[in-house]
T-cell receptor
């Protein structure tokens, strides 16, 4: 079985501040982990993914995430928030065995203040 | 190279009517996945289909919901006798048959169903 937990349904930051969105996973086999972004009234767009090649993963729009096995975490960060980063962010997990169907977290809404 | 196409973008149905949601996968993709998004609940897996075959429907409600992916044409998610609780955004993703667990799925823009 696999699952993800996203801590905080809403995160509010000021423009230029650090963005930190938390994701913890549970998986009985080595996981593959993903972050997706959803802008209002749009579909999900892949930001980045962890596939065991490197624990620090860089994605689009300046985002990155670090896989920490000991903490079962895959938190998403960006050094400096931009107004255009305001969106819903979803963490997802698939496992190295099985049907590879992603399981998503509940999402975190990022609010960026000027 | 078009992405995953869903239509309609918005659909309004009265209680008791039928809703038909369409999903055309990316070119070369033969696997389709349907998800439902309710406010504050994230995306919930509904069904996974290959052409002419349902692979996993563990997330589908037992009644009123059905899905198909014919040899020709788009995948269809059908909801019969809609109720207000069916109001949600429905998203479709597709993948090639060779995808592994590290595959990053591509999603369509969704169909937002409103039941009045």
């Amino acid at each position: 079985a696999q699952s993800v937990t996203q801590l905080g349904s809403h995160v509010s930051v000021s423009e230029g501040a650090l963005v930190l969105l938390r994701c913890n996973y549970s998986s009985s086999v080595p996981p593959y982990l993903f972050w997706y972004v959803q802008y209002p009234n749009q579909g999900l767009q892949l930001l980045l993914k962890y596939t065991s090649a490197a624990t620090l993963v860089k994605g689009i729009n300046g985002f990155e995430a670090e896989f920490k096995k000991s903490e079962t975490s895959f938190h998403l960060t960006k050094p400096s928030a931009h107004m255009s980063d305001a969106a819903e962010y979803f963490c997802a997990v698939t496992s190295s065995g099985g049907s590879y169907i992603p399981t998503f977290g509940r999402g975190t809404s990022l609010i960026v203040h000027p | 190279n078009a992405g995953v196409m869903q239509n309609p973008r918005h659909l309004v149905r009265r209680r008791g009517q039928e809703a038909r949601l369409r999903c055309s996968p990316m070119k070369g993709h033969s696997h389709v996945y349907w998800y439902r998004q309710l406010p504050e609940e994230g995306l919930k897996f509904m069904v996974y289909l290959q052409k002419e075959n349902i692979i996993d429907e563990s997330g589908m409600p037992k009644e009123r919901f059905s899905a198909e992916f014919p040899k020709e044409g788009p995948s269809i998610l059908r909801i019969q006798q809609v109720v207000r609780g069916d109001s949600a955004a429905y998203f479709c993703a597709s993948s090639p048959p060779s995808r592994q667990g590290n595959y990053g799925y591509t999603f369509g823009s969704g169909t937002r169903l409103t039941v009045v």
